[in-house]
């Protein structure tokens, strides 16, 4: 279906309920920065297939709002005449709200399926467009219902992330979340995080591309566990062990009912920002709820002394396979046809060869020349191109292994390259050094190191438009919260054990990478006296 036909579809549903506009987030009900095709529903109706966008979609209008990292790529799979793009921290571009606020009329209503957005996103939504006198309906599933032919939930199979790699069994983990459950006199946790849930169980899945993780709901009691999920996804040696540790399971869509049965005098954790709004509005009004940044998160985040070990070796097996592949890059660069394609199957058969191999962590962005700076371009049989004995080629990719999970990028000139590519690289490279030479004291956030990264940058009036760096997950997904290292303060300070942190308090987050640029786009920067250079 072209994008039009798509849009009149949802838009004759939206007129149907009384609907004026419908806001179309990039999450599933787990919030997931990568969704399983199933919940796609902004990249079926715009054809974008970035990982972070919002659709909004009025009777007369459309637009997608996105941020620097999806910049080229929005321009290249919108459909301008049908969809606006709306480059989300430039200059006098409004945020979806503001422009909702300007092109619907006081009393008028806006749609978002409240399984899609967080608490604490429906709240601000709905807050901001109260200015107007604009209604939030959050009831609908307005998208998802003209979606025909809807590729199903997946299916998969749950396996076990053996004990030996996890350092903690799931009884030890439970009775840490109940430890901290204690002290903030809690008597539920709720969960629907998928790696979290992964993480505490000692389990892992194959339901999204890339990301080791299951569809599941958890519900956590000092005297019990409940798990929702498919049961046809657990094998019977693992529902045994579940049992024995005294995890009851239900299906995965009672989640729902299961809640407004929570006893009124319950004392219930939700993290604002990773529970959706849905599971928040089953509950009791009645119910005491205590919003928090999720223990689990934390717990999940600062790897325990066999994760780090683990990690340790992995990371050497991981640079090997990384060495493998720049030898042979420099020795049949111009010898044989290479293209951005093959060269990354080259990379993961290199990858393969390392022990405890299970994939890729996310789709390897190999680009060259111009690709390279697509910051998330995914090179395929339409726009894959030859890599020739000139220029500069960036890798970006990661491995899942069952020690630990892998993020790299690497610049390769692969022959003669401009002075002023030289010159950035240079500055990039200043920048990777002082941070990676960073002795800090307890207490420091990300914020505080990001300057270290782009000083150099400053100093001859470059930059980035995005973060320096981010956590990474324990064969788990390739992004990991709640450290950051970037320009915005998140309050969460940086401990050892979080992401590449060493016990030495030396940090090594991957590279920033030098990406090319088109001379009319650098032309164009350079006249706002500032340059940007895509980091991590």
Not at 86 to 96: A, H, L, N, R
Not at 438 to 449: D, E, S, Y
Not at 498 to 504: A, N, S, V, W
Not at 520 to 536: A, E, F, K, M
Request: some cysteine; hydrophobic content about 35%; aromatic content about 8%.
């Amino acid at each position: 279906m072209q994008i039009s036909d798509k849009l009149l579809l949802l838009r004759n549903k939206m007129g149907a309920l009384g609907m004026d506009a419908c806001i179309i987030p990039s999450g599933d009900p787990h919030l997931s920065e990568y969704p399983a095709e199933h919940w796609k529903i902004r990249e079926w109706l715009s054809h974008f297939t970035g990982s972070a966008g919002t659709l909004v979609v009025t009777a007369e209008e459309a637009g997608l709002w996105t941020d620097s990292r999806y910049f080229l790529q929005a321009e290249e799979q919108l459909d301008a005449s049908n969809i606006q793009l709306f480059k989300e921290g430039e200059k006098d571009v409004p945020d979806y709200t503001t422009w909702l606020n300007d092109v619907l009329m006081p009393g008028e209503k806006v749609a978002v399926n409240g399984a899609t957005v967080s608490v604490s996103q429906l709240r601000r939504i709905t807050r901001e467009l109260r200015n107007a006198r604009v209604q939030v309906d959050s009831t609908h599933s307005v998208a998802e219902d003209v979606w025909e032919a809807r590729i199903p939930i997946p299916e998969n199979t749950v396996f076990m992330h053996e004990d030996k790699w996890c350092g903690f069994t799931r009884a030890q983990k439970l009775e840490q979340v109940r430890s901290h459950m204690k002290k903030e006199g809690l008597s539920y946790y709720i969960t629907a995080t998928l790696d979290e849930i992964a993480w505490v169980l000692n389990l892992r899945g194959n339901d999204v591309p890339f990301n080791p993780v299951f569809h599941a709901f958890m519900i956590i009691e000092f005297d019990k566990v409940t798990l929702f999920i498919n049961p046809h996804k657990l094998t019977a040696q693992i529902a045994r062990k579940l049992e024995a540790d005294n995890i009851k399971i239900s299906l995965y869509e009672e989640v729902y009912k299961h809640l407004q049965h929570i006893p009124e005098d319950a004392v219930v954790l939700l993290d604002p920002d990773r529970t959706n709004s849905a599971l928040y509005a089953a509950l009791s009004p009645k119910v005491t709820k205590k919003e928090m940044v999720s223990f689990i998160t934390r717990l999940k985040a600062q790897k325990n002394d066999t994760e780090v070990k683990n990690l340790k070796q992995t990371l050497i097996n991981d640079g090997v396979a990384m060495v493998h592949f720049l030898k042979w890059l420099e020795d049949h660069i111009g010898q044989e046809t290479i293209t951005e394609v093959s060269a990354a199957k080259k990379l993961k058969s290199f990858r393969a060869q390392q022990p405890g191999f299970v994939g890729e962590s996310f789709g390897t962005i190999s680009g060259y020349a111009g690709h390279g700076a697509i910051v998330h371009y995914n090179a395929n049989e339409a726009s894959d191109i030859e890599l020739k004995p000139e220029g500069i080629y960036l890798i970006d990719s990661g491995g899942q292994f069952h020690g630990g999970t892998t993020d790299i990028t690497r610049t390769v000139p692969l022959g003669a390259i401009p002075d002023q590519a030289k010159t950035d690289y240079t500055l990039v490279l200043k920048g990777h050094i002082a941070l990676a030479c960073a002795i800090f004291p307890q207490g420091t956030r990300g914020v505080h190191l990001d300057i270290l990264a782009r000083k150099a940058l400053w100093q001859h009036g470059l930059n980035y438009g995005h973060g320096t760096g981010h956590g990474i997950g324990y064969f788990l997904n390739v992004h990991e919260g709640p450290q950051s290292i970037r320009p915005q303060d998140n309050g969460f300070e940086i401990r050892t054990g979080h992401g590449f942190l060493q016990r030495t308090g030396c940090l090594s987050p991957k590279p920033i990478r030098y990406t090319h640029r088109k001379p009319d786009h650098l032309q164009s920067q350079r006249r706002n006296g500032l340059r940007n250079l895509h980091g991590i």
